[in-house]
């Protein structure tokens, strides 16, 4: 079965980097592109971009050029995701989900939470 | 970007009853690409709808989607408990792929 399993919770102090996996099962790693989400503390969801592991190509929200990284192990069948320089308002729990282009986000992570305080 | 707004904020209805929320666009989304989840507290958000009006497996055939070009509706024809959530649409034909503020559906 399809599972995308993510790594534990985070604290970071105020400029500091996180990385977050998503390791994923039960399908063709590379048939799917991987999107990531992020929920800030009772609020909506917004969409960070997302990536093909496929090629590598990445897709950013305009919000998230030159702060956040995504990148694919295709040995490992994992995903990563890096935001640099994190401010308070990066507190959030952050999805990784699989994308087929014309289904839409249809398997998630369970969502990692990384608090960032001083 | 595409904005989407979706109608009402919160909705309070009794199990049983039918829902409609609606998703409208702030221009045509590209080949209806637009998508439903649920969402309940502590937990991963649910696809529903992806294509504006097909079923993810597994979704109960009470969940329906309709509408094209700017203007979306989910609906839930006879509540049931579990059906209680938030619900968000998301636009995937533009990048980048927004998603709608969401509506809370509450139990009245």
């Known amino acids: 079965q399809v599972q995308l399993v993510q790594s534990g919770a985070e604290v970071k102090r105020p400029g500091a980097s996180v990385t977050v996996s998503c390791k994923t099962s039960?399908?063709?790693?590379?048939?799917?592109?991987i999107g990531w989400v992020r929920q800030a503390p009772g609020q909506g969801l917004e969409w960070m971009g997302w990536?093909?592991?496929?090629?590598?190509?990445?897709n950013y929200a305009q919000k998230y050029y030159g702060g956040a990284t995504m990148t694919a192990d295709t040995s490992t069948s994992t995903v990563y995701l890096e935001v640099r320089g994190l401010k308070s308002d990066d507190t959030a729990v952050y999805y990784c989900?699989?994308?087929?282009?014309?289904?839409?986000?249809?398997?998630w992570g369970q969502g990692t939470l990384v608090t960032v305080s001083s | 970007e595409v904005l989407l707004m979706q109608s009402p904020g919160t909705l309070s209805l009794s199990p049983g009853e039918r829902a409609t929320l609606s998703c409208r666009a702030s221009q045509s989304v590209t080949t209806n690409y637009l998508a439903w989840y649920q969402q309940k507290p502590g937990l991963a958000p649910r696809l529903l709808i992806y294509?504006?009006?097909n079923r993810a497996t597994g979704i109960p055939d009470r969940f329906s989607g309709s509408g094209s070009g700017p203007d979306f509706t989910l609906t839930i024809s006879r509540l049931e408990p579990e059906d209680f959530a938030v619900y968000y649409c998301q636009q995937y034909g533009n990048s980048p792929y927004t998603f709608g503020q969401g509506t809370k559906l509450e139990i009245k």
């Open positions: 990536i093909s592991p496929y090629n590598g190509n990445t």
């Open positions: 294509g504006a009006s």
């Open positions: 039960g399908y063709t790693f590379t048939s799917y592109g």
């Open positions: 989900a699989r994308m087929a282009y014309s289904t839409g986000l249809d398997f």
